[in-house]
T-cell receptor, first 114, second 111 residues
Framework: DAGVIQSPRHEVTEMGQEVTLRCKPI?????LFWYRQTMMRGLELLIYFNNNVPIDDSGMPEDRFSAKMPNASFSTLKIQPSEPRDSAVYFC????????????FGPGTRLTVT | QKEVEQNSGPLSVPEGAIASLNCTYSDRGSQSFFWYRQYSGKSPELIMFIYSNGDKEDGRFTAQLNKASQYVSLLIRDSQPSDSATYLC???????????FGKGTMLLVSP
């Protein structure tokens, strides 16, 4: 298996623009997680899905953030409009279940908003 | 506010020494504990997890859990330069739950 795939790997955009991050989980994994990592706040869970259904989005910082999972092999995290404080590394992870099942992380998308 | 605290480091140890990484957590209901390793510019990867008080060994790694004192530690024996990375502690509240991560401790192993 290729592991969790994320695109793009790097994204540089201007404040106010829409940003869409993409994720393909490992085939057969029922859970998908979106995380954000910054030096100040560490690794934070934004939202997670079970069988394509959003279960907990309490970590989504603002209404500017939205996530979808239209099918078992694809998810998006959208930021509209983007702001400089959204600059971070965004990770997608998938697993067969909640902990203690191991979460497998994608390579991340480094987002820079100028 | 449930918190997971780690010293940011860097923790510097010479090659061959034992590296000791510590983590404390605020929620007494926390039930499972995980250590992830993250190389610079890479994604986190699971090293090991522990549920019960005491020690759990896996190769050069030993996780230690003390629920009464609310801390979990990771010992790395015979440290190698390739162990240089940031180590993230993560906990769950219940048996099956999402992970809450600490900010990580940077470990530097010098040859």
């Amino acid at each position: 298996d290729a592991g969790v795939i994320q695109s793009p790997r790097h994204e540089v955009t201007e404040m106010g623009q829409e940003v869409t991050l993409r994720c393909k989980p490992i085939s057969g994994h029922d859970y998908l997680f979106w995380y954000r990592q910054t030096m100040m706040r560490g690794l934070e869970l934004l939202i997670y899905f079970n069988n394509n259904v959003p279960i907990d989005d309490s970590g989504m910082p603002e209404d500017r953030f939205s996530a979808k999972m239209p099918n078992a092999s694809f998810s998006t995290l959208k930021i509209q409009p983007s702001e400089p404080r959204d600059s971070a590394v965004y990770f997608c992870a998938s697993s067969l279940g909640l902990a203690p099942h191991e979460q497998y992380f994608g390579p991340g998308t480094r987002l820079t908003v100028t | 506010q449930k918190e997971v605290e780690q010293n940011s480091g860097p923790l510097s140890v010479p090659e061959g020494a034992i590296a000791s990484l510590n983590c404390t957590y605020s929620d007494r209901g926390s039930q499972s504990f995980f250590w992830y390793r993250q190389y610079s510019g890479k994604s986190p990867e699971l090293i090991m997890f522990i549920y019960s008080n005491g020690d759990k060994e896996d190769g050069r790694f030993t996780a230690q859990l003390n629920k009464a004192s609310q801390y979990v530690s990771l010992l790395i024996r015979d440290s190698q330069p390739s162990d240089s990375a940031t180590y993230l502690c993560a906990v769950t509240l219940s048996g099956y739950s999402t992970l809450t991560f600490g900010k990580g401790t940077m470990l530097l192993v010098s040859p």
